[in-house]
């Protein structure tokens, strides 16, 4: 697997508020587990559309990943201009913090946002150049990522697209390798 699409819930979908949030820190351990084992299998770029959440979290552990992983690489395709102009001011630092470190950034569109379309585009696109999708996302809890994970799904009934989901489930065991380790 060269491309890995990363997306899931945005902060607000999991009730975090504070960049400081304690969940965060499990959130990234997960994606982080789940990044080193695509790396041992050959992964090389990390591709994202800097969605506040998830997407923004995976690029901050792949940029973390780097000083192990020199390869490793980050893209940030946005499915439209100026998806941050909204935000609070807080939020558009991570984003553009994110994007400067970045190793490649584009927008789809290259127009302001439009309509939903262009994020149906945004994940077409995705699940079309990705070998592979990495979704904090779980089926009992609805939420955003569902869109990207029904393209996703799409994408298996032609080839093989391996989905890996991070679920609450995942994010539990986490939480308690995390405790045992402490003790």
Sequence with gaps: MKVLAVTGYKPFELGIFKQDD??????????????????????????ISGQLGTELWAAEVAFSLQ???PDLKVAVITPFLEQEKKWNEKNQEQYEAVLAAS?????????????????????????????GL??????????SPVYMLNEAKKAQEKRDFPIYTITMDDLRVTVEECSFYEE
Excluded: C
């Excluded at 304690?22 to 591709?47: P, Q, T």
């Excluded at 490649?104 to 150049?129: A, G, M």
């Design 134 to 143: 990495l979704i904090l996302y779980d089926e009992e809890i609805e939420g």
């Design 67 to 69: 000083e192990e992983y």
């Design 22 to 47: 304690k969940a965060l820190f499990y959130i990234k351990k997960a994606l982080e587990n789940r990044m080193i084992a695509l790396l041992e299998e050959g992964l090389e770029w990390v591709l």
């Design 103 to 131: 190793d490649f950034t584009e927008s789809l569109t290259h127009r302001p946002y439009e309509s939903p379309v262009q994020f149906k585009q945004k994940n077409r696109f995705f699940i079309e150049k990705a070998d």
